[in-house]
């Protein structure tokens, strides 16, 4: 079973950065963020494939970066441009393996990590 770890959250003015780690005992196909906010539903962030595709929800496009280091195997999530409404838990998943088809829904995903914290003050 694939075990995932994310750190890097924090307390943040609006417009500055973080940088949020997920550290994985391996990767699968496909590895996604996925944040929820206080009292809101989980909500899709971005993904990246194993051969480098990656995808992001409007909402954050153009401000976040996700990537991954192979050597490490930890996945990034680079946060600029931050909005109070980015405020949320931030979770890593990992797709199952076996599967071949990478989303922005939650079925492909079957490990998740604890969360880590972002709160964006205005």
């Known amino acids: 079973q694939v075990q995932l770890v994310e750190s890097g959250g924090g307390l943040v003015q609006a417009g500055g950065s973080l940088r949020l780690s997920c550290a994985a005992s391996?990767?699968?196909?496909?590895m996604a963020w996925f944040r929820q906010a206080a009292g809101k539903q989980r909500e899709w962030v971005s993904y990246?494939?194993?051969?480098?595709?990656?995808m992001y929800a409007n909402s954050v496009k153009g401000r976040f970066t996700i990537s991954q280091d192979n050597a490490r195997n930890t996945m990034y999530l680079q946060m600029n441009s931050l909005k109070p409404e980015d405020s949320a838990m931030y979770y890593c998943?990992?797709?199952?393996?076996?599967?071949?088809?990478?989303?922005?829904?939650?079925?492909?995903?079957?490990?998740w990590g604890p969360g880590t914290q972002v709160t964006v003050s205005s």
């Open positions: 998943a990992a797709a199952a393996e076996g599967g071949s088809l990478c989303s922005g829904a939650e079925w492909p995903y079957n490990v």
């Open positions: 990246i494939t194993t051969v480098g595709t990656t």
């Open positions: 391996r990767f699968t196909y496909c």
